[in-house]
């Protein structure tokens, strides 16, 4: 499926292809959180990253989001998370451990997504306390990361597009 996304004002617009386009797995740790989930949560999508084509690359800003160690040093995330430095719209996440991957936030998209017969709520051990959780019957919940990838759960429930 062919993903359109933009910024909010209109700076940054790109696109990709994604054999995984359901937007069902919300993450509540405190990065995505904190720089694009006002629910509390976002949502990550999965594209292929060589079929990628970006406009208004000049308006574009990256945060590597710092993770504190128990020795008190933090660290740098090797996740490139890239935003409109005009809007503040948060765009897409790139990691080089998954080069051929790009992750477009789901708020980002401008393409009309399918809806998950199913969600995947994970890192609910960090989720803030104000943060309800709308489990429907189903839905998967884990306090950490899962061991099924986006490619998983659509190839679990043949949704692949």
Same mark, same amino acid.
């Given at each position: 499926m062919r993903l359109e996304g933009s910024c909010h004002c209109g700076a940054v617009t790109f696109s990709l292809e994604s054999p995984h386009p359901y937007p069902y797995q919300r993450c509540y740790c405190s990065i995505c959180r904190k720089t694009q989930g006002g629910g509390g949560y976002a949502i990550n999508l999965s594209g292929d990253a060589t079929s990628m084509a970006v406009t208004g690359h000049d308006h574009i800003s990256i945060y590597h989001a710092r993770f504190s160690e128990e020795d008190g040093v933090a660290e740098e995330s090797t996740a490139a998370r890239h935003f409109c430095s005009q809007c503040g719209s948060a765009l897409w996440l790139f990691s080089p451990e998954w080069p051929e991957l790009i992750h477009p936030f789901a708020s980002a998209i401008d393409t009309p997504l399918p809806t998950p017969p199913e969600q995947t !709520?994970?890192?609910?051990?960090?989720?803030? #306390?104000? /943060? %309800? /959780? #709308?489990?429907? #019957?189903?839905?998967? !919940?884990?306090? %950490?990361?899962p061991q099924e990838s986006i490619a998983g759960w659509h190839e679990r429930l043949d949704l692949e597009k």
């Open positions: !709520h994970m890192m609910l051990g960090s989720r803030a #306390p104000w /943060v %309800e /959780v #709308p489990i429907r #019957p189903g839905d998967k !919940h884990f306090d %950490e990361y």
